[in-house]
């Protein structure tokens, strides 16, 4: 990932959240989430960066960031509402949060010009990625 794009992440959080709830139980998508695909999505460095700021189940542990919490066994600690809560949009639970919003395109300042008016992940991506987490079970 080039370090303009790591800025560009970083930056997307500039907006207080309004609403506070802990989770978003309803499915973005018709179709179920594919956990296989939401895997290469999570692992996928350019197009996710999930693992700049996180650790899990995948090869190269000495190149994955620990700024957020370990992704292993999330799956265990939270229901899959909540994971989907925290992929669209963890500055609704912590403002001041670094995680990026994944599918929101309204209220971010200064956003990469590749992602301008529209979200980092599809809402098919997203479920994906909530389809793997929640298979993420602690031992
Ligand atoms: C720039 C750093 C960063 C990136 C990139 C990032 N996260 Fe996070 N994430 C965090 C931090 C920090 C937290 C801890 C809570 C907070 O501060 O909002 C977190 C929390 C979480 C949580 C809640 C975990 C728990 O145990 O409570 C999940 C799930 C999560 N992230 C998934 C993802 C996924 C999936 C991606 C990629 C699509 C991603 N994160 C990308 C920094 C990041």
């Not at 999570?42 to 370990?70: E, K, M, W, Y």
């Not at 500055?91 to 990026?100: E, S």
Request: hydrophobic share 45%; with cysteine; aromatic share 4%.
């Amino acid at each position: 990932m080039r370090a303009a794009d790591v800025l560009a992440l970083l930056l997307m959080r500039a907006v207080p959240a309004l609403a506070a709830t802990d989770a978003i139980d309803a499915a973005l998508t018709a179709a179920p989430g594919d956990p296989a695909r939401g895997r290469q999505i999570v692992a996928d460095r350019a197009l996710s960066a999930c693992l700049l700021c996180h650790t899990g189940p995948f090869p190269a542990p000495h190149l994955q960031g620990n700024i957020g919490p370990p992704l292993d066994g999330v799956g265990s600690r939270l229901s899959q509402g909540q994971i989907r809560l925290r992929v669209i949009d963890a500055r609704k639970l912590n403002p001041d949060t670094v995680m990026p919003p994944y599918y929101v395109t309204e209220g971010l300042n200064r956003t990469g010009r590749a992602w301008q008016g529209r979200p980092i992940l599809s809402a098919q991506q997203i479920e994906d990625v909530v389809a793997f987490l929640s298979t993420l079970r602690a031992p």
